[in-house]
């Protein structure tokens, strides 16, 4: 892959994130049936790749989805959404002098009021809410954007771990 061999570090980062953004709205395909996408069945696919993709270290993607028949505009958004927060807990949750695996936890259902909550979880180090607020990182305002077009709510917990929660109607 291109993106492999660029000879920046941001830049190279940058061309990995889209071939895996793209990657992940192409396995969509796989699982479209009557009504849209069976979106329970692309995140146990998914799941085994994303627990490859964590930068050599082993890592367990759990999944708790229930089942799901999304029309193709919210699958592709809620595919985007998730691919981008199981990469975040991946990449940022457990660092290097971590001991053990790391594990993300991906839950989907429905709640009482016909709404849909996605909740992505880690038990990584965290971050402070309270630190002083910089600039927003692109992944984070991608997903705040991205929950728009899912009349969708999103929330970040953390201490100790993140827990994002992504509470949304189709």
Same mark, same amino acid.
């Given at each position: 892959m291109r993106g492999q061999r660029a000879g920046e570090p941001e830049a190279?980062?940058?061309l990995i994130w889209m071939a895996e953004a793209i990657g992940s709205l192409g396995a969509l395909e796989?699982?479209?049936c009557e009504g849209g996408v &069976?979106?329970?069945a692309y995140v146990?696919?998914?799941a085994a790749v994303w627990?490859?993709?964590h930068g050599g270290r082993p890592a367990e993607v759990v999944v708790a989805v229930a089942p799901l028949t999304a029309p193709d505009?919210?699958?592709s958004t809620?595919?985007?959404i998730v691919h981008e927060l199981v990469a975040n807990a991946l990449a940022h949750a457990y660092g290097e002098d971590d001991a053990g695996d790391g594990q993300v936890e991906i839950a989907l259902s429905q709640a009482g009021d016909g709404r849909y909550e996605?909740?992505?979880? &880690?038990g990584g180090r965290g971050f402070d809410p309270n630190a002083p607020a910089g600039r927003e990182r692109f992944g984070l305002w991608f997903v705040r954007s991205l929950a728009a077009q899912v009349r969708g709510e999103f929330r970040l917990e953390s201490q100790p771990g993140v827990t994002a929660r992504l509470a949304f109607s189709l």
């Open positions: 190279r980062r940058q796989r699982h479209r &069976d979106f329970r146990e696919e998914m627990g490859r993709r505009q919210a699958a809620l595919a985007l996605l909740v992505v979880r &880690d």
